[in-house]
C-alpha cells in the first residue's frame, strides 16, 4: 500500500496549505483488512510523512514506523517510497494500492499497467472503496 499516496486522498494540495492525515491512513488500512483478511498489507510511506503531517500525528507515525506496521525507504533510495512499494509487490506478487500512475518506473516494471496489479483507494462519505485500476501510461519522456 502507497501510504503517503492515500494519507493524501481527499486532502487539499500542499500548495493549498494541505497535509496528508495519517488517521485518514490508519483508516484506510483498516478497511482494506476487513475486506481482504486473507492478504498480507505492507504499508510503505515516504520519510517525509512524519514531517508532513500534523505536529499532533507526528509521534503516531514515528511509533508506527518503530513497531514496523508503517515501513519507509532507507535514506538515499532511488525512487523513495513508490520505488519500494514497487520492489515489494513485484517480490511478493502483490497488488499495489495507489492511485499513483509510477509513470517513472513504468519502463523497468511493465507489471504495473497489468489488469490486476493495481489497485485505486477512494474515501467517500466516511467509507474507504478499492477498485482495480490501470494507471495511466507514462508519457514516452517520462519511462526509464
Not at 492515500?6 to 494540495?13: I, Q
Not at 490508519?26 to 510511506?45: C, G, M, N, T, Y
Not at 506478487?93 to 500512475?101: F, K, L, R
Amino acid at each position: 500500500m502507497d501510504g503517503s499516496n492515500l494519507a493524501w486522498n481527499g486532502r487539499p494540495p500542499r500548495a493549498a496549505g494541505g497535509r496528508p492525515s495519517f488517521a485518514a491512513l490508519e483508516a484506510a488500512v483498516r478497511s482494506l483488512r476487513f475486506k481482504h483478511p486473507q492478504r498480507d498489507i505492507h504499508v510503505v510511506v515516504d520519510a517525509t510523512l512524519r514531517h508532513d503531517v500534523t505536529i499532533e500525528e507526528r509521534p503516531l507515525v514515528e511509533a508506527a514506523i518503530a513497531e514496523g506496521t508503517v515501513v519507509q525507504p532507507p535514506a538515499g533510495t532511488e525512487g523513495r517510497g513508490d520505488a519500494l512499494v514497487i520492489s515489494i509487490a513485484d517480490e511478493v506478487g502483490g497488488v499495489i494500492v495507489s492511485n499513483d500512475n509510477f509513470a517513472p518506473f513504468q519502463r523497468a516494471n511493465p507489471w504495473l499497467r497489468d489488469a490486476g496489479r493495481v489497485m485505486g483507494a477512494t474515501h467517500s462519505q466516511g467509507v474507504w472503496v478499492f477498485n482495480r485500476r490501470i494507471p495511466n501510461p507514462a508519457a514516452p519522456a517520462q519511462r526509464k
